[in-house]
């Protein structure tokens, strides 16, 4: 079994740093939450990576607020509630929707500069599911890398924030029921202990758990595994959103072509070339993203398939390059051209909706741990993301996490502590080996469709690989294999448990939603396991 720690330390040996305030990741979550902080804190932010390798990075649809005299919070509101299919939180969604465009204004005050029209007014797109224009984008399909570009130069400007690079943290310490701290591995290999009186997890997401995903190599569930050894409680994991619409073709990665692009028109054809949406929900291909995806591995099992196709041919080349001038450049070099060609295209992982669970304030079920982004379950985006509400959530909860850490007591004395491996540990090679092994079998039986024997016999290898565990990590790879493990297995078993489908879990064997049973959350924690939630603020 893994451990409740991974490595072995003493605190009255290892190396000590002490700050207010310890933030795990350098995402818009993270570097934004610095930010905010640092105006009355010491903040240390430590990065696996550099400081522009993250999620965000990547991200390239855009941010959603409310700006135009046409739309309303009401109707965000709304839109998200109907894609969360029944298990948002009421309460959490208000909160993004009336905090989202006073924390945008920050973000532009920060230093982001969102794509403007010749008249100088902010240019709006929509995409699957929003009932109206409400999305800001940068460099036309690059939000991502403009605010991480903007968030981290301001972050190297602040005196308040150290920020520590290519640092991995292993895992949070704690004492009568607090986080204290973390175990921070330095890139030469040495550990410290991190003292803090409040850590933030803003890891990103769990994109790696399968073969094929739009995300980055960094997303390894760190903050879930973490949180998870912690004790505290994860959330809705069995919820995970498979991008529709990921490049499919020999020799290039799985690239996201944004939902963007079906938002300024493109359709989806099949391998007949036939446009299919029309028979799978009345908003065609800007129906919610679980939607679209299954609509796609339909297609491409009727047919035999590898992929299908998008088609944006039939709007001007200007539009197109100005638009997606990543996404134009990424295809070109494979010899696409988005101007003449359809794009093959494919699902792939791409979003968990669950994660960390949090209350209002970013403070998990372990007290002063919080959780903020991917990592984090706020409740705002229940079992299916609503296009473009991630970023707006990681500086919605971001700003609220500051204001709550500027509450918090000063943590009291640190008692040493000695946490030594059993006996006969050692590490052992082929950590890469199992890490493609955990991810082709969540790909085959834990992906956009689900059935029961499929979902036990991963669960029980799964188990098994956990059982397997001997080894003490080394190098990075292996505590990222390790944060892998322990939220496949966490993603399989309540994909096992839930018997229905909603949202980005979808069961071959209960193809229907089941509002009387299961509208209500799977909770798990290595404390009491899993426990079933109701849903009680949860809103239709």
Known sequence: MIPR??????????????TKVA?????IAGLYTALQTSEYADVVLISKKGLDDSNTRWAQGGIAAVTAKTDTPALHRQDTLIAGAGLCSYDAVDVLVHEGPDRLQELIAYGTEFDRDEQGHYELTQEGA???RRILHANGDATGAEIVRALSARVMEQPNIAVLEHHFA???????DECVGVIVREPNGELFFLEADATVLATGGAGQLYRYTTNPEIATADGIGIAYRAGARIRDVEFIQFHPTALYYPGAPRFLISEAVRGEGAVLRNSNGERFMDKYHPQKELAPRDVVARAIVSEMEKANATNVFLDITHESAELIRHRFPTIYQFCLQYGLDMVTDWIPVAPACHYMMGGVQTDLHGETSTKRLFACGEASSTGVHGANRLASNSLSEAVVFGHRISERIKQLPDLPDVLPVRVVAEPGQR????????RVKLQKLMLRYVSVKRDEKGLRKALEELERMEQDFQDIPVEREDFEYLNLLNTAVLTTRA????????GGHYRIDFPEKDDLIWRKHLVQS?????????????VE
């Open 170 to 176: 292993i895992d949070v310490v704690t004492q009568h």
């Open 526 to 538: 290595i404390y009491a396991g899993v426990q079933e939630e109701s849903g009680k603020n949860d």
């Open 23 to 27: 933030i795990i990741g350098a995402g």
């Open 5 to 18: 720690y991974i490595v072995d330390f003493d605190l009255h040996a290892l190396p000590r740093r002490k």
């Open 427 to 434: 590490h052992a090679a082929g950590t890469r080996e199992k």
């Open 130 to 132: 929003h009932s109206k």
């Open 495 to 502: 994909a096992l448990m839930r018997e229905e489908s909603r």
